[in-house]
């Protein structure tokens, strides 16, 4: 395991079987360490509130990089994103040795692959409160035995977790609609989003020099006075690519004066068809950033940002650009309607229609007027209703009335959950749980 100061350390040796004189422990898991930020900024939210947090993930510069911004012991798991039985089973293992050393009193695992593995190994292990947390439904654009597989993979980490949280209200529904899961199990907090979003300090425009604007156009080769269309996310066909090049067509030829700004990297696992990367690439208007997650001079170069994608949870990217105050242009999909006021701070599309994402696109490229008020009304909502600190306060009381439930402390709401743990003996059902783990 890798601790906050990037040190190598062995594993704790298995302790007894109680609780009661060990602070709360908390895991989060993921498939890949890049999807941790999915929780960046809430282990020093609940260190404050009492608990020790840990986090599981496959091994990467990424998961060395979240034990030092967050302070956490982290525990590199080879997890591959694919179905791979036999190296499925030993990342199961893996958790389930983990676990059991642990003694974790919260399994908390986000992403399918993560999610199913950390919540069987959790249940085997006798984890009290074990936290499915869905992002998305990946099998929305899958077909044939892909589609039943990662619908079943999904059926099995909500029956198998304890609860499950939902990032959004769209997927909610539709995951209760193919009996995913009970509608009583699965939750939405507040607005939805996985974590809020920082709109006071990190995605703030005011904070950000006005030069910033045109040194980073000018670091990409785009004129100060030119319109700027953004995309940010994985170059992948699930994204739009296909819809997102052809609209571009049109749109070059409507407005000599847009450029398009593509961050993110290239997506081996679902790439647009061969071709596509090369042909915008030739583009003198298309500019490339790669993979840069340092967004904001990125947004601030923009006017607007564009998401045609196929399907989404809950995508942080619109949350951070309407905190930027920029209009949205997205398609009519799961997580999108979530994150868009369609003709308040943005506009919907349909789904696989260039055409129309062109038209949606050319409104704002012509009407300056548009995209300062559906941009100021974005980050006027961001600010309402998606605060980061709102959010980890509803994770938190989530987690003390759920540790109440199974019988591991007495809730109170005027004490931080290590002085109500350290006062009380552990409920007998969490010892059991501990002592015997298993299904």
Known sequence: MIQGKERLISLPKTQPNHMNTKPVTLVHVTTVPLSLRFVAGQAAYM??????????????????????????????VSMA??????RDLVALFQLWSLFRRLHPHIVHAHTPKGGLLGMIAARLAGVPVRIYHMHGLPFITATGLTRRLLMATEMVSCRVASQVLCVSRS???LAVALQLSPPGKIHVLLHGSCNGIDAGSTFNPERLNTSERNETRCRYGIPPD??????????????????LSDAW???????????????????????????????????????????????PPLYQAMDVLVLPTHREGFPIVLLEAAAMALPIVATRVTGCLDAVLDGVTGTLVSAYDPTALAVGLGRYAGDPALRLRHGAAARAWVLRDFSAKAMHDAIYHKYVSWLADEGVVPTS???????????????????????????
Not at 81 to 86: D, E, G, S
Not at 226 to 243: H, M
Not at 264 to 276: H, I, K, Q, S, V
Not at 415 to 428: A, K
Request: no cysteine; charged share 25%.
């Open 47 to 76: 260190r404050m509130k009492g608990f020790e947090s840990h986090a599981v993930s496959s091994p990467g510069a990424a998961l060395t990089q979240f034990a030092t911004e967050e302070s956490v012991t982290v525990y590199p």
């Open 81 to 86: 994103r694919r179905i791979t039985p036999l």
């Open 171 to 173: 997927v909610q529904s």
């Open 226 to 243: 030119a319109t700027v269309i953004g995309f940010v996310g994985r170059l992948a066909r699930a994204k739009g690519l296909i819809e």
């Open 249 to 295: 067509r049109i749109l070059r030829n409507e407005h000599p004066d847009l450029y398009l700004l593509l961050i993110g990297p290239e997506e081996p696992g679902d790439p647009p068809p061969p071709g596509l990367l090369e042909e915008l690439r030739e583009d003198p208007r298309v500019k490339f950033a790669g993979e840069n997650w340092n967004t």
């Open 413 to 439: 709401p005027n004490q931080t959950l290590s002085d109500q743990f350290s006062s009380h003996s552990v409920g007998r059902k969490d010892t059991e749980a501990v002592s015997h783990g298993g299904l």
